[in-house]
Each structure stands twice: as C-alpha cells, then as structure tokens.
C-alpha cells in the first residue's frame, strides 16, 4: 500500500471552530489531493497541490484552504467548520497523468463532524 | 463538464454468481482513463481495474474484468466467482489530465454491492 497517513482519523468539532487535516506521505509523489465523500455524491475534489507552495481550487473548494510547505505533506483547514462540511476527507497522492499506471492512491479517510 | 453516471445504487447476489456493475460517463476529450475503486466497510479505497482509453482491449486483473464501449461511453465491471470479500461500495471514475501533470478523478455516485453466502 502506499506510504499515506491522514490525522486525525475522526474529529467531532462545534460549529464555527477551525479544523484542520493532515495529509502525509512518504512515496515522495509530486501531486496530493483532498477529496471530500458524502452519500449520492462519491467522492468531489477539494484542492489539489502540484508541487511545493503550488497549490489550486478543485470543484468543491469553498469553505476550505490548503497548504503545502513540505513535499510529504498536505494540509487542508476549514477556518470556521459548518455543519455542511460534516464528510468524510479523502487525500490522495499520484506520480504524474503522463506517467504509464500512475492511478491515485488514497488515505484511510478522515471522519469529520460539525455539531 | 464530465459526468460519471453509476444507474445501480444497490445489487445484491450470492455467493459465486457473477455480477456487472453499470457505468457511463460523458466527456469530450480523447485521453483519458477509467478506473473501478472498491470501499469496503474499512473505508479504504482500493484500485481494482484500470481502462486507458486509447487501449480497444478491455483490462482483466483475476475474476475482474471491464466492458470498454469507448463509443458509447461505457464503462461495466464483471465480477466473475463473486466471494464474500466482494461485499463493498464500488465507484467508477474517469481520470482527465487538469494542470501541471496533475489529474483529476471525478468518480460516479457508487453501487453498493452485497455478496450472500
């Protein structure tokens, strides 16, 4: 399996308080992901990173900031959790889209719930 | 925008039957990939199969096989010898290039397949 550890694997926070994720890796992959699943929906893109401080929006991004300081990791926060975030986040690591077999791979998942 | 479309929300069958799985998919690129990711109970995500679009021979990995209608733009999974582990949430995805070599996975809704001893 690949070398991804998310943190905390479940959180349960009050409405208005920051979160944030944590995303590490040790396969040395240039690209990270944060996807976020919830039912009816599968699993939407976040924010994405193609490298060290490069860092941009994907479908779903409002609500949420990233940061990427170190290649291992990849930080997601919610500056004031509502409960419409109550999901379950998913980061995920890939080599390159140009690169043969180089799928996604993903972390074990964070629980994550706004009360 | 492209659209991963899963029509099966649930199956259920039993024990070393085979099953396929519905997927399709709307897009207008050339290159890209497809993939089937399985979620068992654990909430891990786990690759099953990969599809590159440009390859016409459908993938096979052991009792997982795909039917590839590039045309149609469909995408089924076939689970030959169904077994008990098979039991999860099964997502279909499409994978397109997006930026810097980076890639996107925009994955279909999910059928949760049941396996019954």
């Known amino acids: 399996d690949a070398g991804i550890t998310q943190s905390p694997r479940h959180k349960v926070t009050e409405t208005g308080t920051p979160v944030t994720l944590r995303c590490h890796q040790t396969?040395?992959?240039?690209?990270m992901y944060w996807y976020r699943q919830d039912p009816g929906h599968g699993l939407r893109l976040i924010h994405y990173?193609?490298?060290?401080?490069?860092?941009d929006k994907g479908e779903v991004s409002d609500g949420y900031s990233v940061s990427r300081s170190k290649t291992e990791d990849f930080l997601l926060t919610l500056e004031s959790a509502t409960s419409s975030q109550t999901s379950v986040y998913f980061c995920?690591?890939?080599?390159?889209?140009?690169?043969?077999?180089?799928?996604?791979?993903f972390g074990n998942g964070t629980r994550l719930t706004v009360t | 925008a492209q659209t991963v479309t899963q029509s099966q929300p649930e199956m259920s069958v039993q024990e070393a039957e085979t099953v396929t799985l519905s997927c399709t998919y709307d897009?207008?690129?050339?290159?890209?990939?497809l993939f089937w990711y399985k979620q068992p109970p654990s909430r891990q995500m786990i690759l099953v199969i990969r599809?590159?679009?440009?390859?016409?021979q459908n993938a096979t990995e052991n009792r997982f096989s795909v039917n590839f209608q590039k045309a149609a733009k469909s995408f089924s999974l076939k689970i030959s010898d169904s077994q008990l582990g098979d039991t999860a949430m099964y997502f279909c995805?499409?994978?397109?290039?997006?930026?810097?070599?980076?890639?996107?996975?925009?994955f279909g809704q999910g059928t949760r397949l049941t396996i019954n001893p």
């Open positions: 995920a690591i890939s080599e390159s889209f140009f690169k043969p077999n180089s799928p996604l791979h």
């Open positions: 396969e040395n992959h240039r690209y």
């Open positions: 990173s193609y490298g060290v401080k490069d860092t």
């Open positions: 897009t207008s690129e050339n290159n890209y990939y």
């Open positions: 599809q590159e679009a440009y390859k016409q």
């Open positions: 995805a499409f994978m397109k290039y997006i930026i810097q070599g980076a890639q996107k996975l925009v």
